[in-house]
Nanobody, 126 residues
Framework: QVQLVESGGGLVQAGGSLRLSCAASGRTFSGYVMAWFRQAPGKEREFVAVATWSGGPTYYRDSVKGRFTISRENAKNTLYLQMNGLKPEDTAVYYC???????????????????WGQGTQVTVSS
């Protein structure tokens, strides 16, 4: 079992920045593929970014490339999402997710992940 707790959400003006954190406990954090998803009201949960393993490749949805950076600090069992240049369309609940393996082409699918946090709200005002 892995427990995930997100933090760092809030209200920010367009163009601003936020840094989300996801603290993991339980089984060895370094052995998991870690990702961020988000879900806006009335919409499906969508992939944001994934960090495959420490020092390994990262992948992003097109709309956040160049603005968001995912990183992981295995020594602290923590996943981060640095979000710069925020836009109103980034408004959503952001979820941290952990998966036991990386499946290329399926890493954007919520069902590929085994554990989820409770989410943290990010609201970007125009």
């Amino acid at each position: 079992q892995v427990q995930l707790v997100e933090s760092g959400g809030g209200l920010v003006q367009a163009g601003g920045s936020l840094r989300l954190s996801c603290a993991a406990s339980g089984r060895t954090f370094s052995g998991y593929v870690m990702a961020w998803f988000r879900q806006a009201p009335g919409k499906e949960r969508e992939f944001v970014a994934v960090a495959t393993w420490s020092g390994g490749p990262t992948y992003y949805r097109d709309s956040v490339k160049g603005r968001f950076t995912i990183s992981r600090e295995n020594a602290k069992n923590t996943l981060y999402l640095q979000m710069n240049g925020l836009k109103p369309e980034d408004t959503a609940v952001y979820y941290c997710a952990a998966g036991s393996r990386f499946a290329p082409g399926r890493h954007t699918i919520p069902g590929s992940y085994d554990y989820w946090g409770q989410g943290t709200q990010v609201t970007v005002s125009s």
